[in-house]
């Protein structure tokens, strides 16, 4: 119907100018006016999950799949990608991805979706984000204004340590489209720690809206963490919490059961306690995911598994119950690894089904750091750097796991006799917790032996 199509023209350019939200919004307008308009929902689901709106991102690919039909065969391939990609079928997806561009190798969409894919896929494999450089670049070959590929690109860079590169393709896409969104650079600085910190300290400003400066809080938080200030982290989740209380909650719980940070027992257990006095209505599945990690971080494994049981009940086909499945096995895969079952662990992490439920937790990271730490124990260490190097590639909650990636890497690559690589994450490793809190500072004067050693090995084989 034409309402139909002139709602889909205006969402389709909101879409490709950065507001997500009103492309939303104009999109349901026009499947609103035609239910069976295949391309509406096909965008649609790609501005939801832009948008943070995993649900809506996954049912609207549901939906244009439903209705592919009467499409030409680019069209029905471009949504059949995308619904991989949306059910966490990532090696399906990518192949079906470069299916498309070889068919089509002029096709921008076709390589903004590889793109897209390959850049939040691709940690979630054990794979670099920064793989997906190529199919942007292409993307720009034919469109040089595009601002998802110049977005993106520079937050490549910007991974890379490349930042002159990325500053230059965050001035071309704010002067791509006509109406910037105003979190255009933070897309990009977010990808290092220094740069959420200024966008955390800017958010928590005392001018800002008050969920604004509780996300401005989290930041800041979790920078801390990243720094392996665990203290000072509190600190900032106490004013968090007086602001907006529950996301407070939900991020100090997975920061009480991170087994790299050497908290007192007493307030591994003030935490749980706070978690089981939460009221927390939809949130259930989450709130016996995190009672199961403290659980297991304190040693009771019984009430662990009695948290993964509850969520067992919960599993079904729907996509909560997914979810509730995928939550359920990664208490399992932790309890499991506390008992010196590695194997059975990675079992579980592989039948958990993180990949679709990623864009839903900001737990999902812990269980990829945890994923390289079994598979360092097993030996199986080519594996484990993959999943390593790929963290805080997706999101600045993943800083937090940045300085012991780096540790487990140069221990790794000290182990190989790799001297250099050794002395580059060792180094990278004490750059960021050089301030740590004193409970951590045992750990990084270890660091700073080893990189000694390390240094001292090299210099006598140049000699």
């Not at 890379?160 to 965050?170: M, N, R, S």
């Not at 599993?315 to 309890?335: M, W």
Request: proline share 4%.
């Amino acid at each position: 119907s034409l309402p139909a199509l002139k709602a889909y023209l205006g969402g389709e350019n909101d879409y490709r100018e950065g507001h997500y939200p009103d492309a939303i919004e104009g999109l349901q307008k026009a499947v609103g006016s035609d239910s069976t308009f295949a391309l509406a929902y096909y965008r649609l689901s790609d501005a939801a999950q832009r948008a943070g709106r995993p649900e809506l991102a996954r049912s609207s690919a549901d939906k244009a799949l439903r209705y592919r039909d009467r499409l030409g065969e680019r069209e029905r391939r471009l949504i059949e990608a995308q619904h991989a990609w949306r059910l966490g079928r990532g090696d399906e997806a990518e192949r079906l991805c470069r299916s498309l561009v070889a068919d089509y190798p002029d096709d921008v969409e076709a390589w903004l979706q590889l793109g897209e894919g390959l850049v939040h896929g691709n940690p979630l494999r054990g794979r670099s984000s920064v793989e997906a450089r190529p199919a942007f670049e292409q993307v720009l070959a034919r469109d040089p204004d595009n601002a998802e590929a110049l977005i993106h690109l520079a937050r490549i860079a910007s991974i890379q340590g490349k930042q002159p590169e990325a500053d230059t393709l965050v001035r071309r896409a704010r002067s791509a489209v006509q109406r910037p969104p105003t979190d255009l650079e933070e897309a990009v600085v977010t990808a290092d720690l220094e740069g959420s910190e200024r966008v955390g300290r800017r958010l928590a400003g005392t001018f800002q809206a008050p969920d604004l400066q509780a996300y401005g809080h989290r930041m800041l938080a979790q920078a801390a963490i990243a720094r392996g200030q665990w203290q000072g982290a509190w600190s900032e989740l106490t004013l968090a919490a007086t602001l907006d209380s529950i996301p407070a909650l939900e991020l100090r719980s997975l920061f009480a059961a991170f087994s790299f940070l050497p908290l007192p027992r007493s307030e591994i257990i003030a935490v749980r306690e706070a978690v089981r006095r939460w009221d927390a209505g939809a949130e259930a599945p989450l709130r016996l995911q995190r009672l199961g990690l403290l659980d297991t971080r304190l040693g009771d494994t019984t009430s662990a598994l009695r948290d993964a049981r509850a969520l067992d009940r919960a599993a079904d086909s729907s996509l909560h119950g997914r979810f509730a499945h995928t939550l359920a096995a990664s208490i399992r895969a932790h309890v499991a690894a506390v008992g010196g079952r590695d194997r059975e662990a990675l079992a579980d992490l592989d039948a958990a089904g993180w990949e679709a439920a990623a864009p839903a937790f900001v737990a999902e990271a812990y269980d990829r750091y945890f994923r390289g730490e079994l598979l360092e124990r097993a030996r199986r260490e080519d594996e484990a750097l993959g999943w390593f190097q790929s963290i805080a590639e997706r999101a600045a909650y993943e800083l937090v796991y940045l300085a012991p990636s780096h540790l487990r890497q140069a221990e790794i690559y000290q182990r190989r006799g790799q001297r250099d690589l050794a002395v580059q994450h060792y180094r990278r490793f004490i750059e960021l917790w050089r301030e740590a809190d004193p409970e951590l500072q045992p750990v990084v004067a270890e660091a700073r032996r080893r990189l000694a050693e390390s240094e001292g090995v090299g210099a006598a084989v140049g000699r």
